[in-house]
């Protein structure tokens, strides 16, 4: 399934706000694939031969580097308009579903009201989304993860999966496979003939990756759990819109409160690098809770390691940290996944750490897997 799927939760932008929505992918192109690597550039000559000489020799530090490449008008300019582009970007993607809000939220209640496809949806009112989604923002989201306007509001997903295209595009990211097919395919690669009954994805937000799970495995039972409320009204209306029986819950990755060894299938995609370490690790802890023997997981994450990469590297893909509310980036980037896995109880030859293999140039994405013995 394309990432860009077209189904009726989708706001239809009108003209001008199709016009703006367009500036701003050419805007973060631009600022992202070109003008990033003039940021290189800015280092290599303007600042690195000062810092060596001042530390005679030596690598500079990551503050020093920073201190050093905001002092430089080219970098700080960089920086706004990257920062003021994503500002732009919510601006632009938010409009069109400001103003169909209403048509928004009807077609979701006739399609959580007639689930043509047959999913379901199970929201808890006594549930509180934990600070590490609450306290920031996170990409610049407006309201964040887990807004909630009240009954049959969806503004958390159609944000999310508008401004998730967007942002994509904005830095050249091709339209032409999921996340979610890129882990069907290495599942098919390493594990040949694998058939799920049941399947679950971690931190679903739109419910961009559990719906190809239920279309590619479309005998197996398909669970999704998020934090946001908001977030899973949108999700189940556009999975139902798009034909695919998933099973939305309001539930912690750390503690779903499903049976030991429900499933023999489980996923996630982009929810380690948005989440602090305690939660990874509880969230491996359960994954493996969670497994049939027999059973896969696969937990799919952008390719950001800082192991072994030069300081001048790892301040440019800090980025984000300090001026995208992305707090948890460099925790990801850090981490030790293999250390994690085994911490889990994962033993170390049933585990799995690497980048997937990619499709039609798209990104080398990473995973944390595994397979837990059949008895
Ligand atoms: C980057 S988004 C995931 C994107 C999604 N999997 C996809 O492929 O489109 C991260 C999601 O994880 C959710 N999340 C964060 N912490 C969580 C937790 N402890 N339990 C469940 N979901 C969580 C957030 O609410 C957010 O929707």
């Not at 800082?306 to 460099?330: C, I, M, Q, V």
Request: net charge negative; glycine share 10%; hydrophobic share 40%.
């Amino acid at each position: 399934m394309a990432r860009n799927a077209r189904h009726e939760m989708l706001a239809r932008p009108d003209h001008d706000e199709a016009a703006r929505q367009d500036f701003v992918v050419a805007l973060k192109r631009g600022l992202n694939r070109t003008l990033r690597s003039t940021n290189d550039a800015l280092y290599s000559t303007l600042v690195e031969p000062g810092l060596r000489q001042s530390g005679s020799g030596a690598e500079p530090t990551r503050e020093a580097i920073r201190d050093a490449m905001y002092a430089l008008p080219a970098y700080r300019s960089w920086s706004a308009l990257n920062r003021g582009a994503q500002e732009l970007m919510w601006d632009a993607v938010g409009a069109p579903i400001r103003r169909e809000r209403a048509r928004l939220e009807s077609t979701a209640h006739r399609l959580a009201s007639q689930r043509p496809a047959g999913g379901s949806l199970e929201l808890n009112r006594d549930f509180t989304p934990p600070r590490s989604v609450t306290a920031v923002d996170i990409h610049l989201q407006p309201g964040g993860y887990a807004l909630d306007l009240g009954d049959g509001d969806i503004t958390a997903g159609a944000l999310y999966e508008a401004g998730g295209n967007h942002y994509a595009f904005g830095q050249g990211i091709g339209r032409g496979d999921s996340k979610a097919r890129h882990v069907q395919r290495f599942i098919a690669a390493r594990w040949p003939g694998f058939a799920p009954r049941r399947i679950l994805d971690l931190g679903c937000s739109a419910g961009s990756a559990s719906v190809p799970y239920a279309l590619e495995f479309p005998d197996a039972e398909v669970h999704a759990i998020d934090v946001g409320a908001g977030m899973l009204r949108y999700a189940h209306a556009r999975a139902e819109a798009l034909g695919a029986a998933v099973h939305f819950h309001q539930r912690d990755c750390t503690d779903t409160g499903f049976p030991d060894g429900y499933f023999d299938l489980i996923v996630s995609h982009n929810l380690m690098h948005e989440s602090p370490d305690s939660t990874r690790r509880a969230m491996l802890r359960e994954t493996w809770r969670l497994l049939a023997p027999g059973g896969i997981f696969v937990h799919q994450d952008v390719p950001l390691r800082f192991a072994g990469l030069p300081e001048a590297k790892k301040f440019e893909l800090s980025w984000d940290t300090h001026n995208n509310n992305e707090p948890y980036w460099e925790v990801y980037a850090n981490a030790d996944l293999a250390a994690d896995l085994e911490a889990a109880g994962i033993p170390a030859a049933l585990a799995w750490v690497g980048h997937l293999p990619q499709v039609e140039g798209s990104l080398p994405w990473f995973a944390a897997a595994g397979a837990k013995p059949a008895s």
